[in-house]
């Protein structure tokens, strides 16, 4: 009966797709150092993730650079926001059998490879510019104001990669960052960094590293935490570190699609405001006036001694 019972339990397992995520992504490519791509973050439904990302990469990569000539239906076959379960996993098994194909696996446009992390993808990119496709991505959503992915949260352009140690780190940016900020070149910037899986590299060390780099390259760039107009990514996996730098950052809410398509928020009226303010400061001096016109006529010199009191109270309090 027991053997009955383990038979059955298999069976259920392979049926129900037990183990599949681990048994699909073991025999995938993962992420190296090397490479470069597009790390997407995704809400627990890494599957449906990608099937998204391929749809909405391919839509704005064909009319950025055309259609891709090797292209084989992958990421295009549904391009509904409503698409089933059944039909995500039939687009993944067909991803998957291409990317495995070695005639075609080198060449494609766009790999879904493991990133190391839950709720990450790796989305390596050829023949193509990752930063500007993603700008250009956020750009349209922010304008727009269309949603176009479920389970999307962020999209970070990745153009560097090396190894994930401090003095890997500040001797590849050394080189990596003199397009944007090497004398004559200067901008304001802040750093953005995180890590996963990876417990060696101290968050405040690594900004406070990376930030002296900056500094001596051009004395100029300033540090601009609210509205920079550079921002320098550093997202660290395992032993690999990712690095772009990336504009318009803070105005496409870090780069997530799902907070750049949201209404912003209405800015308060300022001449309501102004007028609302100005009451309070219309009744004081109407106040102050006929408090000076009554001294004046009593001809009280008490008035004007306590008037200095309280001048002089209010700079001191300053």
């Not at 153009?159 to 004559?184: H, I, N, R, S």
């Not at 550079?230 to 990712?242: D, F, N, S, W």
């Not at 000076?292 to 008037?307: A, R």
Request: aromatic share 6%.
């Amino acid at each position: 009966m027991s053997a009955v019972q383990n038979e059955s339990r298999k069976r259920s397992k392979k049926r129900y797709g037990g183990g599949h995520h681990n048994k699909r992504w073991k025999g995938s490519r993962e992420l190296e150092v090397g490479m470069e791509g597009i790390l997407i973050t995704c809400n627990m439904n890494e599957r449906k993730c990608t099937a998204e990302a391929f749809n909405l990469l391919n839509e704005y990569a064909d009319k950025l650079y055309g259609p891709e000539k090797l292209q084989d239906d992958t990421g295009s076959s549904s391009e509904e926001d409503e698409a089933e379960e059944e039909d995500v996993d039939v687009a993944l098994k067909k991803e998957v059998a291409q990317l495995q194909a070695s005639g075609t696996k080198q060449e494609r446009r766009f790999q879904a490879l493991d990133s190391g992390a839950n709720n990450v993808i790796f989305i390596r990119t050829q023949n193509l510019e990752a930063d500007k496709l993603v700008h250009h991505i956020l750009s349209d959503l922010h304008t727009t104001k269309k949603k176009k992915s479920r389970v999307i949260l962020r999209m970070l352009p990745v153009t560097g990669t090396c190894k994930a140690f401090q003095d890997d780190m500040v001797k590849y940016l050394t080189t990596f960052l003199e397009p944007w900020f090497k004398t004559p070149n200067c901008a304001t910037y802040q750093i953005a960094f995180k890590a996963r899986n990876s417990s060696h590299n101290k968050r405040d060390e690594i900004i406070k590293s990376i930030a002296g780099l900056v500094g001596k390259l051009n004395p100029k760039n300033k540090v601009d935490l609210t509205n920079p107009e550079l921002t320098v990514i550093v997202e660290v996996i395992k032993a690999v570190c990712c690095i772009s730098v990336v504009k318009d950052y803070t105005l496409y809410r870090k780069y997530n699609v799902q907070e750049v398509v949201k209404e912003d928020a209405p800015k308060p009226n300022v001449t309501t405001a102004k007028t609302d303010t100005d009451k309070p400061e219309q009744k004081e001096r109407q106040i102050s006036e006929e408090t000076k016109q009554e001294g004046e006529e009593e001809n009280d010199k008490n008035v004007p001694q306590d008037n200095k009191e309280v001048d002089k109270g209010e700079g001191e309090g300053e």
